[in-house]
């Protein structure tokens, strides 16, 4: 049974930083492309972050490029998401997942894994 387990979500104010965890079990992470998802109240949920299975290469929307960085530690089968400079319009609930392609998970806005509770990021103004 697949699980993805969120945390290190918080309160921060704008400007401050968060380093998110995801800890994967009942999947190998480093199969997959692994990538991180927020979605804000009465908003659809949007990719954040992703990176690749194969190389290591990252992706990110204009939104959050230059402040925040994806890494995986495939020993630990955990994917992480450093914040930096958040802003209050970086507040929502933060998932992780994973797709065999990094490009269709971007587009699509979504992993084919069991999504987790999420983490909650809160940036206040």
């Known amino acids: 049974q697949v699980q993805l387990v969120e945390s290190g979500g918080g309160l921060v104010q704008a400007g401050g930083s968060l380093r998110l965890s995801c800890a994967a079990s009942?999947?190998?992470?480093?199969?997959?492309?692994m990538g991180w998802f927020r979605q804000a109240p009465g908003k659809e949920r949007e990719f954040v972050a992703g990176i690749n299975w194969s190389d290591d290469s990252t992706n990110y929307p204009d939104s959050v490029k230059g402040r925040f960085t994806i890494s995986r530690d495939n020993a630990k089968n955990t994917v992480y998401l450093q914040m930096n400079s958040l802003k209050p319009e970086d507040t929502a609930v933060y998932y992780c997942?994973?797709?065999?392609?990094?490009?269709?998970?971007?587009?699509?806005?979504?992993?084919?894994?069991?999504w987790g509770q999420g983490t909650q990021v809160t940036v206040s103004s």
């Open positions: 997942n994973g797709h065999s392609r990094l490009a269709t998970m971007a587009a699509i806005n979504r992993g084919f894994l069991s």
């Open positions: 009942g999947v190998i992470i480093r199969n997959y492309a």
